[in-house]
Structures are given as C-alpha cells and as structure tokens.
C-alpha cells in the first residue's frame, strides 16, 4: 500500500491528538472527603456529581450557586436541569436525582411516593429560595403605581379593563393614566408563579378573586405567553401592557413593577421587603420537614412571595450521593450563597428560618 | 443450494424442480427481499407498539374523567375531581392546520409549478434551493420570528381585515387585539408546511410524461393548458400525498405554536382574536408540571391527534385511490 509523505504525518498527528487525550484527568464518580486547596471559607469541598432537576424558579440562583461551588471545588460536578416542579419531583422518585427543586412542598401521592423512595427515613422539604412576584408594566409616563389586591384581582380577572379606570386612579392620586385598555399577559403553561400568585390573590383580594389557585391560569380573558420570559418580553413589547413575572425577570428585563398596597400602605417590590414576608412565614411540617405557610395578607414585607423548596431524602439516600448533596445545600444555606441572591431578585432566607434550614441540611444523611 | 440460474419451473438434471412461485432462489435475493419485508414489518410494529403506549397510558385519566371528554372545553385533570375534555384542542387544532393548508398549498404548488415548468434553468435550481433550505430551518426559530418579527408586522394587515371583512363572522374581533391569534398560528405553520409541499409536488410535476406534454403543446395548447390537461391529472396523486405530509406537519407542530398562541380553553370562532391552543401545543406547554392524572390525559389528547391523523391520511388514500381511475394518465 502506498502511503504518501503527507498521509503519513496526518496519521502521525491524529494518533499523537487521541494518545494525547488519554493524559487527562479522569471524570470521578466516587465520592471522597479531601477539601480541596483554595476554595471558599465556607465551602467544604467533596468531589463527585450529582444530577437535580426541577423548579424554573430559582434556575438562576441555582446556576449561580454550582458555578461557584464547581469553581472552588475542583472535583465536584452539581448538573441542575430546570424542568418545571412537576418534572423534578419525578425524576427525583425515580431516582434519577439526588434532590428536587419544588416551588411548592411534597404532598398526597407525591409524598408518599417520595418517602417510599428514601428507603430508610422521609423525604423533607427544605426552603432554600425565596422569590417575589410582581406586577411588572409598561406604561409610558407613570413612573410609579400603587395597586391593591383588589385592584390587582380586578385586572387580571378582566373587570378592570382600562387603564383610567377610577378604582385605579384612586390609588394612585396625582399620576396621569392613559385611557387606554389594559393588555394583560398571563403564563400560557403551568408554572409554580401561576400557582403562587394566585394563592396569594386569593388569600389577599377576598370576593374580588373567584378563582382557586392552580399552576393552570383560569381566569378569563388577558394573553398568555409561554415562560417567565415570555411575559416579559410581551410587556416590554406591547404598550399599555401589564402582566405577573418573578422579580428577577423585571431587574432583568428593566420592567417597572407596581407597589402593592395589602392596607397598611404601599410597599415597594424589593428582594428586602419580599425576605421580611419569607422570615415571618408559619412554619410547618413534622421534623426536619419545613413547610411554609405564607402570611399574604401581611402590610409589614411584600406579600406576594413564593418560596422554593430543596426536596430530598433525610435518610436514605445512596451513599454515593449524600457527600457532595449535604456539602452542596450546607453551601447553599450559609451566609455567603444567601447573600448572593438580592443581587439577582432573589430573596434570601434569613432569621430563625435559615436555622431551621440549616439544621435540617445537617440532619441528612 | 445451486449457484445456477434455473428457469421457474424447469427441471434440472439433477431432478430438482426450481421454484414455480416466481421467487428467485438466488441468496442475496432473498436476503434482499427478506430485509425489505422486515422494514415493512418493522413500521408496522413501530406504529402499533404506539397505538398500544397511547392507549394502554390514557386509561387511568378516561376512568377518572368526571366530564364528557369530547364535548367539555376546560382542561383540569390534575384537579380533585379531573375534569377535561378535548373540544377547545380539536377546535384549535384544526383551525390552524385548515388555515395553513389554505394558504400553503395553493402557493406550494405554484412555486413547484414554476420551478418545473416555468423557470430557466439557472433560476429554477436557485429557488429550489432555497426552498428546500426553508424546511431545514428549525420550528422553534420559527416561532420567536413569528412572536417577534411577524406579529408586529401584521397588525396593519389585521386590522383592515377585520374592518372590510367583518361581514364574514369569522374575521370579527370584538377586542381591538389582534396578536397570538389562530390567524397568525396558521400563517406561520403555513410557512413552515411550505417546504414539504412544494418539494414533492417538484418532484411529481418534473415526472410527468414528456409525450404527454409535447402532444397537448403540439396539439395547440397554451402553456397553462398544457399543465391543466397533461400534468395536472398525471401529478394529483403526488399532489394529495404533497399536501398530507404538510397536513401531518401542521397538525404536530409543536413548540411553533405553543410559543405563538395564547392558550385559552375556549371555541372561539373569531379567529384573529387572541387566544386558542392544540394538541401538541398543549402536550408542550402542560407536561412538566403535570400530575399522574395530568400525564395520563396528555396522552390521552395525543391518542386523539394520533388518530384525527390516521383519519385524515386514510381520507386522502381513498380520494387519490378513486381519482386515479379518471386521471386519464393510466
């Protein structure tokens, strides 16, 4: 066979590229306890991976908290897909993930199923991000807007439909409002914003809200548009718009978002404001099992706030992952992850609450 | 086994007979005809293995269905009780799949037309090409080109439709709102559906038999008499089958649309209001924060596309299966 002057250093070079590949370091799957040299005080490091799925909600956070973790930690590799709640809680009863991101907290057939999954202790519900949802809109010339539940309820239930509807201008006395017919915008798919927004329209607005909190919007008229970021993008987009989306989508997308006003004066959408609603929830759940009840109706913090839950196993999980999954929420619960969040909409959990948390991240085994 | 050519049905020296069905005894054409067979056969069990998930996955929401589910419109299987009902998805479904097939087929067999029979050389294959590049383009771009680009741009085109149209009920819009709407769903799919069509229908025309041609242009025919009499009848099959597979494009289009509408579970037959949703765009938009229930009813809805399509597809076989008699090119 003849083989040219030039064949011949090609193969030499791609034999050379494939040996060379073999030199790099290997992957890892085993778990091992060494900290590595040079990362963060509060991290301590183990190597390994783990896969998460779940919550849309707190992507964002979570994308921000593998990357610092992976970057301090050299060995460790934290893979979080957001799928949606739904998703990650069964991809995580199927075993597929060490834990969940849940914008709401196990319950019924999921618990048990879950608890069937942790083969020797229950799955528990750890809150680890708190969000605000707002009122984000576009109206050229009002710079700030003060809507009460009820008002807020009118809107996007369609019986307030034009922008200087008197309810609204008695809010806000002294700002000009356009005669211009609301375009409302509403989550096309289901989504744990939907449901918690509805939840706290339904607790905070009384008879002007019929609807029962659902991820599905039921409410009448109004366009729907898919994700976060298609709200989003269809208020920034269309004059004389208003629409719900997580605070951290209307900092992204410079959105103006409405005050809301529960009776005891306006307040303003703020990561600060939202983390007082978070602290003064009612806690529940047996354990180490923390579930949130929310106070919708509190004038003191912004009211309408959703809280995204850690779910997995208190005991039980497979050894390989407990390392890497305790390391990782420990992380994730100390002051420095917390800290993180304002800056991206996020609302942090602090007080007694992050306690609880961390004790109950301690507690896995 | 001989190497050796036999005639069906001769008697070789050796006294064996060679088979008289016809089927040559040589191996690779038996290995050949085994394999054909064996991808028929595959397809078959494909499709059947899927009939049987669809409806073997769909039971349990059927049984706990508190509504009637072909007439109810509101989508709640994850409620306590469920309650669900397809008659909003087919609505919507077929509005936008009508609505493309009117816009597409028409222009799709004009460009093909055109191509084959029309165009020089030079021009043909360019817009050929840049036909066939329209189908490689993925849907999803399709569906932020159309929130994006296209809404914007016809608002203009809406409004005087509803203006000078709204005698037809179906062009009424009572809101002033004329974005995420059936209208614009089925123009975009209509684009998106274009590609299939004009490329097959290519194909059909360019295969038309050239005597045929040549006769009608001899006999004194036009060059759109020609067309009418010499390749029409010859390509309508082709041209039925064209548009099925568009059809069967537009009717599964997924995130296109789940993008594009605005969801609501309704029948509202004023089509440039926002509003409306299909099957796939449903599947698309409701599967990750899905119960138990809600699965199973997405499935459900599935079974019901699967078999709106069989019916479609079997619709138009038995329509080319009878023009073809008459097709005047047997």
Same mark, same amino acid.
């Given at each position: ?365 | ?110 460009? @093909?037309? =055109? ?8 021009? /043909? !294959?360019? $817009? +050929?090409?840049?036909?066939? %590049? ?95 009499? @010499?390749? =029409? ?8 089958? /064209? !548009?099925? $597979? +568009?059809?069967?494009?537009? %009717? ?79």
């Amino acid at each position: 066979m003849n083989i040219t002057g030039k064949a011949r250093l090609a193969a030499i070079t791609i034999v050379g590229a494939i040996a060379l590949t073999a030199c790099g370091s290997d992957g890892g799957t085993s778990a091992s306890g060494t900290s590595s040299a040079g990362g963060s005080s509060s991290v301590n490091c183990v190597s390994g991976s783990i896969k998460a799925s779940g919550s849309t909600a707190q992507k964002n956070a979570m994308a921000d908290w593998t990357n610092a973790y992976q970057q301090a930690c050299s060995g460790a590799t934290i893979d979080y897909q957001a799928n949606g709640s739904g998703a990650g809680i069964k991809d995580f009863i199927n075993k597929q993930t060490a834990f969940a991101g849940s914008d709401s907290a196990l319950k019924d057939q999921d618990k048990t199923d879950a608890d069937a999954r942790c083969a020797s202790g229950p799955a528990i519900d750890i809150p680890m991000v708190g969000g605000a949802i707002v009122a984000a809109y576009n109206v050229s010339g009002v710079d700030k807007l003060i809507l009460t539940p009820e008002l807020i309820a009118g809107i996007f239930s369609n019986s307030i439909t034009k922008w200087n509807d008197p309810k609204i201008a008695a809010a806000n006395a002294g700002v000009t409002l356009p005669d211009a017919t609301i375009a409302q915008f509403h989550r096309s798919d289901s989504s744990g914003t939907t449901d918690n927004w509805t939840k706290y329209l339904k607790a905070a607005a009384g008879s002007a809200w019929t609807f029962d909190h659902a991820k599905d919007w039921k409410a009448p008229g109004g366009q729907g548009a898919k994700g976060n970021d298609g709200v989003g993008a269809a208020i920034k987009s269309t004059p004389n718009s208003i629409g719900y989306v997580e605070l951290s989508f209307a900092l992204n997308n410079k959105l103006s978002t409405a005050w809301v006003d529960n009776g005891g004066g306006a307040i303003e959408p703020t990561s600060a404001n939202a983390a007082k609603t978070v602290a003064s929830a009612t806690v529940g759940g047996s354990g180490n099992d923390i579930v949130l009840t929310i106070d919708y109706k509190t004038t003191t913090g912004y009211p309408a706030v959703l809280v995204t839950y850690e779910i997995t196993c208190e005991k039980g999980l497979d050894s390989a992952l407990v390392p890497l999954t305790k390391s990782f929420l420990t992380y994730t619960a100390s002051d420095e992850a917390q800290g993180k969040l304002s800056s991206t909409g996020y609302v942090p959990i602090t007080g007694d609450l992050l306690t609880k948390v961390r004790a109950s991240v301690a507690s896995i085994s | 086994m001989s190497t050796t050519l036999e005639p069906a049905g001769a008697t070789a020296p050796d006294g064996t007979t060679a088979d008289i069905k016809g089927a040559s005894v040589r191996r690779g054409d038996r290995v050949f005809v085994g394999l054909s067979r064996g991808s028929g056969i595959l397809i078959l069990v494909t499709m059947a293995a899927i009939a049987v998930f669809l409806i073997w996955k769909s039971i349990p929401s059927l049984q706990a269905n508190t509504a009637n589910f072909f007439t109810t419109t509101e989508w709640a299987p994850d409620a306590k009780p469920a309650y669900f009902g397809i008659a909003a998805l087919v609505f919507g479904t077929v509005m936008t799949a009508l609505i493309a097939m009117v816009l597409a087929v028409p222009v799709g067999i004009g460009i @093909a037309l =055109f191509i084959a029979h029309y165009a020089s050389k030079r021009l /043909a !294959s360019t $817009l +050929g090409f840049v036909t066939d %590049l329209l189908a490689a383009v993925p849907s999803i771009i399709f569906g932020m080109w159309g929130i994006q680009f296209l809404t914007p741009q016809l608002q203009g085109f809406m409004q005087w439709l509803t203006t000078y149209f709204s005698w037809i009920p179906l062009f009424q819009n009572d809101l002033g709102i004329y974005t995420r709407s059936i209208m614009i769903a089925g123009i975009v799919l209509a684009i998106m559906v274009l590609p299939t069509i004009s490329a097959i229908t290519r194909e059909v025309f360019v295969q038309a038999p050239r005597m045929h041609i040549e006769a009608a242009l001899a006999l004194g025919a036009t060059r759109w008499e020609m067309v009418r009499m @010499a390749i =029409f009848p010859f390509a309508r099959p082709g041209m039925i089958s /064209a !548009s099925m $597979l +568009g059809l069967g494009r537009a %009717l599964g289009e997924t995130i296109a649309v789940a993008l594009l509408l605005s969801a609501t579970y309704d029948i509202n037959w004023h089509i440039t209001e926002p509003g409306g949703i299909t099957f796939a765009a449903n599947i698309a938009l409701k599967w990750n924060e899905a119960g138990t229930i809600g699965l199973s009813a997405l499935v459900a809805s599935g079974l019901v596309l699967f078999v709106i399509t069989l019916a479609v597809n079997m619709a138009a076989r038995l329509i080319i299966a009878r023009r073809s008699d008459f097709s005047g090119a047997n």
